[in-house]
């Protein structure tokens, strides 16, 4: 899980805190009620993480400051977003 600030001009999303929070399912290889404790070889366990939660606690009206710098350097022709 991850909480952070969502810039809504350029939608980029940037962390402030990361926790971390257990499945409990016991097909899971990363959770804490795995049944196969060690060297677990079933295939019918899952073996990726899924896609972290992003959780935004804050919102800000302004773009985020990569876009800023990109825009003041010119690297990225960002013109619709600096409106």
């Known amino acids: 899980i991850i909480d952070g600030r969502y810039h809504n001009p350029c939608r980029h999303f940037t962390s402030m805190a990361t926790q971390f929070q257990d499945c409990l399912s016991e097909q899971c290889l990363f959770s804490s009620r795995h049944i196969?404790?060690?060297?677990?070889?079933?295939?019918?366990?899952?073996?990726?993480?899924?896609?972290?939660?992003?959780?935004?606690?804050?919102?800000?009206?302004?773009?985020?400051?990569?876009?800023?710098?990109?825009?003041?350097?010119?690297?990225?022709?960002?013109?619709?977003?600096?409106?």
């Open 36 to 83: 196969h404790p060690i060297g677990c070889k079933s295939q019918s366990c899952a073996r990726l993480m899924a896609q972290p939660n992003y959780i935004p606690i804050r919102t800000s009206t302004t773009q985020c400051p990569d876009c800023v710098s990109r825009l003041r350097d010119g690297i990225l022709g960002l013109s619709d977003l600096s409106t």
